[in-house]
């Protein structure tokens, strides 16, 4: 058990091969240097993965880990996370979960899971106080998503003889079927990324639910309290929290991306696309039944709309933007059929999205004769279904764009970085994302990036083209992104960081003069990296550190803060280092780093050898990309 309050104390390693359950020894130390969640994952990744390991091996493992305030009741903090090795990359795998899996896998008595072995016949799990069970999933198999959790639900009331409250995780035919971009779904939230979907299908692992009666201890429950209601109304108050993400979700981010020239159109041949109006977040809403939100969420981003006469998840910015623009589709109704179809399929929307792109450019180019082309939108959903199936040209685009592209050609245009496809914002007009992209621990990803995109474009309008501070700013995000993730709090609570003034008052004086300072703050990023200890205090605008500290009891400020995500940035690089990742696959394609987007302004490309340079200077890394040991053991990883 832990001194620490928040913590259930308990990690429970499963072999489904063996059907062995023990326990893993996590301690309090360890609790204090990486939180839980993600940074939690990536040590235990550190710990017993050698780099001779395969995403589809037994030997691979599936750790699911909560966070210390997921089940707090703190705004927006039902979190968890999944890590493995990635199918679709060969390197680490992580993704960030809403839900409600992770609440009450902690009321079952676990902060995390660690799954291993293969089960000889497709199986689910019960996770009921303190107790694992092993079911035949054989009815389960080839079943859609929400068909699979409902019957989970019938199944668990069945065993437990009454009506259950539990949470789920699941994979659908995708995963079942090893698509290499397959997700896996909690409710209807998906831990998409990566192809974990994958993972739990070679493991023949359908899903697991987790229920339990335990009380999720609290240190100083009256200040908590106090300190939600506070937290909440921040939030409320805020620009983006508290107006566009409630009233438009993230597709209201679109608009933003528009006027920026950072809209992925045509697969991420321009930054801008004439019939935008049709697929930005006022249109969604005009279409919007509900909108609604995770556990103990006050900003509720998620919207319902129909389909087929069904009312059912709509798409979010990333299925708007990369099925929409990217594939020049401006039919939003087309958008959201194909968007809840990806759901029910179990298939990360981005890297389906993205490896359609490449095909239709490769169908055009004469690369690869299948049929996909650009603004064509009537056999995408076949397509997406014989990819699940891995029918005809389906099971080749199970593959992704990277495997495709090294098959038939069209590297130059294959958006991908270490093989996991960008999401939907273009970097060349904001190459802070550019680089974040790069060297992101699982590939191409805008969050493990940094989301300097934020700053570039969304919410500031810091300069999109220079470098200057862009490698300081990108390291100092993903730190705090590393952080809030793995405290179990969603990050659209960082967004809170930046004042709303700022962002609803772009024009004004003050406001300007904030963009034009920032690209020369990279001193002081470098310092504050090298010598975190110097922040040694709290901001009210940074408010998960009185979180942590009123749910925990651990002492936190921002230097404490800053260096957890720094160390979880940094384990994640060393698991990475073991299978052979280097300076070498912190790349891009071609052609966001060779071709202008604008070919009248020079700087419209990603100067990605510039930035990586600074960058590796700032993270204190060799110049292979690379943290040295005296790195690892500075931050305390032995």
Known sequence: MSKYKGYMGRVLEINLSTREISEYPWSDKERKLYLGG????????YDRFDGSEKALSEENKIIISTGPLTGSFAPSSNRFNISSLSPLTGITASSNCGGNFGFYLKKAGFDALIISGKADKLSWLLIENDKISFFDAAEFERMLVTETQELMQKKTDELLGKKTRCGMVCIGPAGENLVRYSSVMSGDRAAGRCGLGAVFGSKNLKGAVATGTHEIPIHDKDKTIKHHRKWTAYLRDHMFTGGVLPKQGTAGILRYLQQSSTLATRNFGRGQYWAFENVTGEALQRETIINFGCLSCPIRCSRSVVVNGQEVKGPELEALGLLGPNLLISDLNAICELSHELDELGMDVISAAGTVAWAMEANEKGLWDNGLKFGVHSNLKQTFSDTAFRRGIG????????????????????????????????????VGQGLGYAVSNRGGCHLNGGYLILLEAIGLRVDGETIHAKADLCMFLQDLIETTSSSGH????????????????????????VNKIVPYLGWALRVLNYFPELAFFKIPLLPHLYEIEYVTGMKMNIGKFKRIGERSYNIERAVNAKFGVSADMDKL???????LQDPDRPNSR?????????????????????????????????
Not at 38 to 45: D, E, G, H, L
Not at 404 to 414: D, M, N, Q, V
Not at 589 to 595: N, S
């Open 589 to 595: 394609p071609k052609r966001l780093v060779e071709d």
């Open 395 to 430: 099971d080749e685009l199970a593959e992704g764009s990277k495997r495709l592209s090294e098959k038939y050609g069209g590297k130059e245009f294959a958006i991908h970085s270490k093989g996991l496809e960008l999401a939907a914002y273009e970097p060349r007009r904001a």
């Open 490 to 513: 969603c990050l659209f609570t960082l967004i809170g960081f930046f004042p709303s003034y700022l962002l609803n008052k772009p024009n004004s004086l003050i406001t300007r003069a």
């Open 38 to 45: 993600k940074a939690m994952a990536s040590k235990i990744m």
């Open 606 to 638: 990603v100067p990605l050898e510039k930035l990586k340079k600074i960058y590796y200077r700032a993270r204190g890394w060799n110049k292979n990309g690379l943290p040295s040991k005296l790195k690892l053991r500075l931050l305390g990883i032995k």
